[in-house]
């Protein structure tokens, strides 16, 4: 359908699209390439079903500084007000990544500026996740670093841009027992709210062994550690590592994979409600 950095010199049309489309409300779909555009810091894009693309928004356009964002490395959601939010994991008015909303035609509006709460970034650093709109119309979404133990966070963000961190982790020491790191990078796999109405997802370190989390966070706040894994040993057959999140099947369970781990270093595994 299309080759990026087609459109030469400058690869004004994008370079490394790291996540998943999304299929809007108008049947077009909607994504992000990681760097290129036309200052080579990333762009919001529009390609048809037939395959015609247009850039919608070319990254560090407000100079100097950028603090419109660089390296969109998420993918974007659509919202119930039909515009587009989505994360840049640098860049913005501290350089440590923005949340934005765009709109179809490719107005921009940054809403928050990770580590402007300073010193510290307690507000967190690096988002790497796509965000979610839960039923009570906020978004959720997490930083890969920052909070206040620099392992990183789970925050909520109104529509009109005011932040809350819900949770820091390694908050509980020592050891990190609540997890560290939560990624999801890229794909679909950001926080999942589930049919009682509380969010869940994953960490890629930490844990009571040191290999990662399941996690289930309130929307007020409250982190409850689901599952450690390499709880099984030797071997760690229960899985290391995992790196994408979690997904609510029709049994109400969840159900991921972790990136090593078990005895041909590949595993699935799930955590129950």
Same mark, same amino acid.
């Given at each position: 359908?299309?080759?990026?950095?087609?459109? +030469?010199?400058?690869?004004?049309?994008?370079?490394?699209?790291?996540?998943?489309?999304?299929?809007?409300?108008?049947?077009?779909?909607?994504?992000?390439?990681?760097?290129?555009?036309?200052?080579?810091?990333?762009?919001?894009?529009?390609?048809?079903?037939? *395959?015609?693309?247009?850039?919608?928004?070319?990254?560090?356009?407000?100079?100097? *500084?950028?603090?419109?964002?660089?390296?969109?490395?998420?993918?974007?959601?659509?919202?119930?007000?039909?515009?587009?939010?989505?994360?840049?994991?640098?860049?913005?008015?501290? *350089?440590?990544?923005? +949340?934005?909303?765009?709109?179809?035609?490719?107005?921009?509006?940054?809403?928050?500026?990770?580590?402007?709460? +300073?010193?510290?970034?307690?507000?967190?650093?690096?988002?790497?996740?796509?965000?979610?709109?839960?039923?009570?119309?906020?978004?959720?979404?997490?930083?890969?670093?920052?909070? =206040?133990?620099?392992?990183?966070?789970?925050?909520?963000?109104?529509?009109?841009? =005011?932040?809350?961190?819900?949770?820091?982790?390694?908050?509980?020491?020592?050891?990190?027992?609540?997890?560290?790191?939560?990624?999801?990078?890229?794909?679909?796999?950001?926080?999942?709210?589930?049919?009682?109405?509380?969010?869940?997802?994953?960490?890629?370190?930490?844990?009571?062994?040191?290999?990662?989390? +399941?996690?289930?966070?309130?929307?007020?706040?409250?982190?409850?550690?689901?599952?450690?894994?390499?709880?099984?040993?030797?071997?760690?057959?229960?899985?290391?590592?995992?790196? =994408?999140?979690?997904?609510?099947?029709?049994?109400?369970?969840?159900?991921?994979?972790?990136? *090593?781990?078990?005895?041909?270093?590949?595993?699935?595994?799930?955590?129950?409600?």
């Amino acid at each position: 359908m299309h080759s990026f950095c087609s459109v +030469v010199p400058g690869c004004t049309d994008g370079e490394y699209p790291h996540a998943s489309l999304v299929q809007a409300t108008d049947g077009n779909l909607y994504g992000a390439t990681y760097e290129g555009g036309a200052n080579e810091f990333g762009t919001v894009f529009k390609i048809t079903p037939s *395959g015609t693309l247009t850039t919608l928004y070319s990254f560090c356009s407000v100079v100097p *500084g950028c603090t419109d964002g660089e390296y969109p490395l998420a993918g974007l959601i659509q919202a119930t007000d039909g515009d587009f939010y989505g994360t840049t994991y640098g860049g913005g008015a501290s *350089g440590f990544g923005t +949340v934005f909303k765009i709109t179809p035609s490719g107005t921009l509006t940054t809403l928050h500026s990770f580590c402007s709460v +300073v010193p510290g970034c307690t507000d967190g650093e690096y988002p790497k996740a796509v965000l979610l709109q839960a039923t009570d119309g906020n978004f959720y979404g997490t930083t890969y670093k920052g909070g =206040t133990s620099g392992y990183g966070t789970v925050f909520e963000l109104t529509p009109s841009g =005011t932040l809350t961190t819900l949770h820091s982790f390694c908050s509980v020491v020592p050891g990190c027992t609540d997890g560290e790191y939560p990624q999801t990078p890229g794909g679909p796999e950001g926080l999942v709210q589930a049919t009682n109405g509380n969010l869940y997802g994953t960490t890629v370190d930490g844990g009571a062994n040191g290999y990662g989390t +399941v996690f289930e966070i309130t929307p007020s706040g409250t982190l409850t550690t689901l599952y450690s894994f390499c709880s099984l040993v030797p071997g760690c057959t229960d899985g290391e590592y995992p790196y =994408t999140g979690l997904v609510q099947a029709t049994d109400g369970d969840f159900y991921g994979t972790t990136y *090593g781990g078990s005895a041909a270093n590949l595993a699935q595994s799930s955590a129950c409600m």
